[in-house]
């Protein structure tokens, strides 16, 4: 791990791929709402920074591609979806990716502020350019099934962004105590 050394141009490559990969799932999806998940922004996040060195750009994202997997997991299992292999592949792939690059770079202190002022700029987009119908990062309404512990939007909304901060916090803990090792 080497967090301020000369920055690997195989990891410019691999955000190349990375970027290519994003659009062209995307395109696939072909609903433009999509591209405001968590998940697909930060992703483009991750392949931005890698492409053009910004090692910080790289945590956020990563720190999110990772959370995200698991928050999307956990969606499809509570939800019962049927089953998408790509958006499995998809999610698991980022999840590496970002594993890989902790490992190459690594962190720097307290990413989770970094990472929640992340989610909260993606909120904003999602609230500004997606469909209401789509509820895209839950900004319009309570999604299943959380709609059973919450009948009220603006304290679930509450419970989330506390809920966000809290996991980002803990997942910044224990990734800085695996990568210091």
């Given amino acids: 791990m080497n967090p301020f050394g ?76 049927s089953s998408d292999k790509l958006s499995y592949f998809t999610h698991l792939l980022y999840a590496f990716i970002s594993i890989y690059c902790f490992r190459r770079i690594g962190l720097f202190p307290f990413p989770w502020v970094g990472a929640f002022l992340w989610y909260v700029f993606v909120q904003l987009l999602s609230l500004k350019f997606t469909d209401p119908a789509q509820n895209i990062n839950l900004v319009y309404s309570i999604w299943p099934p959380w709609d059973l512990l919450f009948s009220n939007y603006f304290y679930f909304q509450i419970f989330m962004n506390l809920f966000i901060l809290g996991i980002l916090f803990f997942a910044s803990c224990i990734s800085n105590k695996i990568l210091d090792e």
């Fill in 6 to 81: 000369k920055f690997p141009n195989y990891l410019k490559i691999l955000g190349i791929f990375l970027l290519s990969y994003t659009l062209i799932t995307n395109y696939l999806w072909r609903e433009p709402d999509n591209y405001f998940w968590i998940c697909h922004v930060s992703a483009f996040l991750v392949s931005g920074s890698l492409i053009f060195e910004f090692r910080k750009g790289i945590r956020i994202g990563g720190l999110w591609l990772i959370l995200g997997t698991i928050l999307w997991l956990s969606d499809e299992v509570l939800n019962d979806y």
